[in-house]
């Protein structure tokens, strides 16, 4: 049973409009979510995070939005640049951080010049 | 600061046989998770360890092992090599346990089984 779903495996956008990912996740005991950003042959690298607390977190181009009652998140890019073209995984973790991280099986982004 | 290293890169075995992957985490972090990465199927959970202890373990068969030492450098087994096994496996470090601690990931080791 998959707890963590990112149901787009892909998602194609021009150079300098707005991306959203989504993600949804089915296990109300998720209280902290993260995104991860993954290149070809390099491992993801941590890019934003949100906790339950919170609804919206933002890091500069990025930002997370969480709709606990949907049990959904997204996360915008604006604008979005050729060099965020990598797959993305939405990762959830329960228990105040003491559970291991769950990820989604990740949404590849592709953005055109 | 130098990030996690895994070796090696690529790792080409047979069925039924076994093989062993290195993690040297980030210095100063004392927790190391494994995860495996399969096309289409996103990151499985394998194991983590704090300070040499398991303290989470995944869905996986017993033939999937790990330990970590005193310096935190950490070792995953597998034994019994079977096709399915051919994957991408990665290894994380963080300073702290659990999912509050952002993991710092490795390139990860390709093992491509025969």
């Known amino acids: 049973d998959q707890q963590v779903k990112q149901n787009s495996p892909s998602l194609s956008v021009q150079e300098g409009r707005i991306s959203i990912l989504n993600c949804d996740y089915t296990?109300?005991?998720?209280?902290?979510f993260l995104w991860y950003k993954k290149y070809p042959a390099e491992g993801p690298t941590f890019l934003i995070s949100?906790?339950?607390?919170?609804d919206k977190n933002e890091d500069g181009r990025f930002t997370v939005f969480l709709n606990k009652s949907a049990k959904h998140l997204s996360l915008h890019i604006v604008p979005s640049q050729p060099g965020d073209s990598a797959v993305y995984f939405c990762?959830?973790?329960?228990?105040?951080?003491?559970?291991?991280?769950?990820f989604g099986k990740g949404t590849r982004l592709s953005v055109i010049a | 600061k130098a990030g996690v290293t895994q070796t090696p890169r690529y790792l080409i075995k047979t069925r039924g046989q076994q093989v062993t992957l290195s993690c040297s985490p980030i210095?100063?972090?004392?927790?190391v998770s494994w995860y495996q990465q399969t096309p289409g199927q996103g990151l499985q959970f394998l194991f983590e360890?704090?300070?040499?202890?398991?303290?989470n373990k995944g869905n996986f068969p017993g033939r999937f092992s790990g330990r970590q030492f005193s310096n935190s450098r950490s070792e995953m087994n597998v034994s019994t090599l079977e096709l399915g096994d051919s994957a991408l496996y990665l290894c994380?470090?963080?300073?702290?346990?659990?999912?509050?601690?952002?993991?710092?990931f490795g390139n990860g080791t390709r093992l491509t089984v025969t």
């Open positions: 296990n109300s005991m998720f209280d902290y």
């Open positions: 210095s100063g972090h004392r927790s």
């Open positions: 994380a470090s963080s300073l702290g346990f659990g999912g509050y601690s952002p993991l710092h």
């Open positions: 360890y704090f300070s040499e202890t398991q303290r």
């Open positions: 990762a959830a973790s329960a228990d105040s951080g003491n559970t291991p991280l769950v």
């Open positions: 949100i906790s339950s607390i919170k």
